[in-house]
């Protein structure tokens, strides 16, 4: 069984906006915190945003302000909303389980989706 599955990459403009969402398996939600990675071509894979059990959001400094995670516990699904998005946020995104936010360190995590690969240009 999947237990992570995301959707919603492609290409956007420079200063677009974009949202992807991660579909979890059910009771998930609420026992594990979801966070939101990307590795571009030729780096090692960062955290971006990760909501925790208790519904405690973290975000790293490139992320905070442009970026949204939520949950909508009713469909077992996490949110990714990126806003004025920059060429420097393309890469492949993928979504994550662990037992806690932490530092965003995807050391932490436990499980992986499939990624979505997101560009940005003009």
């Known amino acids: 069984q999947v237990e992570l599955e995301e959707s919603g990459g492609g290409w956007v403009q420079t200063g677009g906006s974009l949202t992807l969402s991660c579909k979890v398996s059910?009771?998930?939600?609420?026992?594990?915190?979801i966070g939101w990675f990307r590795q571009a071509p030729g780096k090692e894979r960062e955290g971006v945003a990760c909501?925790?059990?208790?519904?405690?959001?973290v975000y790293t400094d490139r992320a905070r302000g442009r970026f949204v995670i939520s949950e909508d516990k009713s469909k077992n699904t996490v949110y990714l909303q990126m806003n004025s998005l920059e060429p420097e946020d393309t890469a492949e995104y993928f979504c994550?389980?662990?037992?806690?936010?932490?530092?965003?360190?995807?050391?932490?995590?436990?499980?992986w989706s499939q990624g979505t690969l997101v560009t940005v240009s003009s």
């Open positions: 994550a389980r662990g037992s806690y936010c932490g530092i965003l360190s995807h050391r932490d995590m436990k499980a």
């Open positions: 059910e009771f998930i939600l609420g026992s594990s915190a």
């Open positions: 909501i925790n059990s208790n519904g405690a959001e």
